[in-house]
């Protein structure tokens, strides 16, 4: 079943196994009319299977076949309908509108010709009439297949164009709204930042600057998703060497090509971060698979893993940071997050404290929809890897595993294996 999804005309096999099928059962009913019938159902048969590949060629064979048949004095051979019911159908729905309207004049002028030459005593005119009528109706049903084909595509493609269009129309609205604030966060905290006094010992000054980077580079990520809903990044999408980093690692460049390189960045910014904000801990990155450093380039990342894996170690990070910024107690002990590289996944284990009686809507808490981490269960899913999650005691305790391959490519591993 998975070859026919897979091939090319997968409507056809079923169809040309139906037809040969009934085919081969009207010629064992017929087998008394002539030493030829066997002969004559094989090769039916056989063109009706050559239609797949070279649909005009089989279709000329047997029509070419039958007329022969009907139109030879001192042979009588049954008359193939199943086969010609598929050939007519089978020309239509794949747009050979010649080889259609010549056989089906071949068929017309063949079983009109052998009832006039009394091939078919017991037929007359208004049995070749239907007869030929139902070849008409084949090539009509060829034809309304093909125009329900289109009909769906229009519709298909019309679901699509509306698609784009609500993601322009959100990206612009994402824009208008939140870059606009971003920008006013950026440029106050900048501001503060120069006039803070670089002596103090509060660290006034590194914490502005800390929330003006954080502000420019969600500012630059926000305008990086705008240009890709806009259709103006494509290419860079596709580019599994490229994944783009998450905010809180606070890089220059929009895409890096290391991927170990990147969760180091994104450990150190996160651990910044979090740091400033009051929060005692560490990130510890481990790399225990032979070969990825910190030297890796693009010409290994396909050997590394998938973009979509390293994407989401990358994405669900960023968010295990908001989180412990969002969700843990500063007062309730370090919080602790380890991620470990290794050759065909990597696993990501945290645990914070958690105030039991922290309250959403106190003055200063931040808003959350408690979605994060279940869109992140599911895509951790999708890759055939794992997310748990435990509180007990005031301890919160994630532990992903992300694998590195996706599950089409290990599948292919192993059936190369």
């Not at 139906?18 to 085919?23: C, D, E, I, S």
Request: aromatic letters at 6%; charged letters at 20%.
């Amino acid at each position: 079943m998975e070859r026919l999804r897979r091939s090319a005309r997968p409507y056809a096999v079923p169809l040309i196994a139906a037809t040969v099928l009934l085919t081969i059962v009207d010629g064992v009913a017929n087998r008394s009319m002539s030493n030829l019938v066997p002969v004559t159902t094989c090769l039916y048969a056989l063109l009706v299977m050559e239609t797949y590949w070279w649909p005009a060629f089989g279709s000329f064979g047997v029509v070419a076949i039958a007329v022969t048949a009907a139109l030879t004095p001192r042979i009588i051979l049954p008359m193939p309908v199943w086969s010609l019911w598929f050939v007519y159908g089978m020309l239509a729905y794949r747009r050979k509108h010649a080889a259609l309207a010549v056989t089906l004049l071949l068929g017309v002028a063949g079983t009109a010709g052998g009832v006039m030459l009394g091939r078919y005593p017991l037929w007359n005119m208004a049995s070749i009439v239907s007869l030929d009528g139902s070849f008409c109706l084949a090539a009509l049903a060829g034809y309304a297949l093909v125009e329900r084909g289109r009909i769906e595509e229009a519709k298909r493609v019309a679901a699509e164009n509306a698609r784009m269009k609500r993601d322009l129309e959100l990206g612009s609205r994402i824009h208008d709204s939140v870059t606009q604030g971003l920008t006013v966060i950026a440029l106050t905290a900048e501001r503060e930042a120069a006039s803070a006094d670089a002596a103090a010992s509060d660290g006034s000054d590194k914490a502005w600057d800390l929330v003006a980077r954080t502000a420019r580079a969600t500012l630059g990520q926000l305008r990086e998703v705008i240009d890709i809903l806009g259709g103006r990044q494509a290419d860079a999408v596709s580019d599994q060497s490229v994944i783009p980093v998450p905010v809180e690692a606070s890089v220059e460049s929009p895409g890096m090509k290391d991927y170990p390189a990147a969760v180091r960045a994104l450990a150190h910014s996160g651990d910044d971060r979090l740091h400033a904000l009051g929060f005692g801990g560490q990130t510890v990155v481990e790399v225990d698979r032979s070969g990825v450093g910190a030297d890796m380039g693009a010409a290994d990342a396909g050997a590394v893993g998938s973009a979509d894996a390293w994407r989401e170690v990358l994405d669900l990070l960023g968010q295990l940071y908001t989180n412990i910024a969002g969700h843990a107690d500063p007062h309730g002990g370090d919080y602790a997050l380890r991620v470990t590289v290794a050759e065909e996944r990597v696993t990501i284990v945290q645990s914070n404290g958690v105030a039991v009686d922290s309250d959403e809507n106190a003055p200063g808490a931040v808003p959350h929809a408690g979605r994060g981490l279940a869109l992140h269960r599911r895509r951790v899913a999708a890759l055939g890897g794992t997310l748990h999650t435990s509180l007990e005691d005031g301890v919160w305790v994630l532990s992903a595993t992300v694998p590195l391959a996706s599950a089409r490519r290990r599948g292919d591993v192993q059936g190369r294996e």
